[in-house]
């Protein structure tokens, strides 16, 4: 622990003088490190890791029949499609060859008039409680971001029944078709 060096260090000064002896003291700090090192693994075993956050989906149970699994109505299904650059598409319905530019269009992922958060709270508004459902299918060149903003848009926007779907073929080509033309789809 701490000792006391008694060895004569002092040096006299001048003929005649005499001084008392100077006193080293010198602390041997071994102990401590050791309590250090036993201050750090206590609480490196009794700190609580911190826990992994994800999402909790709750998922429909699949039915048997394809007639008995849940059908979305026409006029309450709102389809999203998330692109390259945040770009994100949306129709409402069900697309097809003779209403596709007229129910095709492109949004952000802004709180403005044209982003998605007001379209969702439109269509919500316009669409009986039991009926509204969200369709999202991100693209293959869609970033991971941009389905988690999606998915909290949901959870904002307070909607009950949402559904994350692989997107078809015509609607992948529509979407890039409208990406390369300047991802204007109004």
């Given amino acids: 622990m701490a000792e006391m060096d008694t060895s004569g260090g002092g040096h006299k000064k001048g003929p005649g003088v005499k001084k008392g002896k100077k006193l080293s003291t010198r602390v041997d700090l071994t102990p401590m490190v ?5 201050l750090i693994t206590f609480f490196i075993f009794t700190t609580t890791m911190s826990q992994a956050t994800a999402f909790k989906l709750f998922l429909p149970k699949d039915a048997d029949k ?16 998330l692109g ?7 129709y409402e319905g069900i697309l097809d060859n003779s209403n596709a530019s007229s129910k095709f269009k492109s949004s952000n992922f ?3 008039e044209s982003g998605i958060r007001n379209i969702i709270l439109q269509k919500k508004l316009r669409t009986p409680d039991n009926d509204f459902v969200v369709v999202i299918k991100p693209t293959s060149e869609c970033n991971y971001k941009n389905v988690v903003d999606i998915l909290d848009e949901m959870a904002i926007n307070v909607v009950k029944k949402y559904a994350l779907v692989d997107i078809s073929d015509v609607e992948d080509q529509l979407v890039k078709i409208t990406e390369a033309a300047g991802g204007s789809g109004k």
Avoid at 34 to 38: E, R, S, V
Avoid at 84 to 90: A, G, I
């Fill in 34 to 38: 050791d309590l250090g090192f036993l």
């Fill in 66 to 81: 394809p007639e008995d699994q849940n059908k979305a109505k026409e006029s309450g299904a709102l389809t999203i499609m």
């Fill in 84 to 90: 390259k650059d945040n770009n994100v598409f949306y």
């Fill in 110 to 112: 802004g709180n403005g």
